[in-house]
């Protein structure tokens, strides 16, 4: 004996393939305009205040690139063992 699914257990499961097909779309729609409202801001300040947040501007110059470490203290075991 086969079972018939309800008309409203086809309708059900027919809604649910069309809300994905929709879930999907709304969020690339979402990643696009948080994307863009986040990075297109984030980027026109750092164009207008020339920062170079990783210190790159000087590489291209002969010599070498070699940056002094901020921190003067000596090496040693203790302060090996602290990461941060």
Do not use: C
């Amino acid at each position: 004996m086969s079972e018939r699914k309800s008309l409203w257990r086809r309708l059900y499961e027919g809604w649910l393939l069309i809300a994905a097909q929709f879930g999907e779309v709304q969020t690339l729609i979402i990643v696009a305009v948080v994307y863009t409202g986040v990075m297109g801001p984030v980027a026109l300040i750092m164009a207008a205040g020339r920062g170079d947040p990783l210190h790159k501007r000087g590489l291209g110059l002969p010599g070498t690139a070699w940056r002094e470490a901020d921190s003067n203290a000596a090496p040693d075991v203790e302060r090996a063992k602290r990461l941060f």
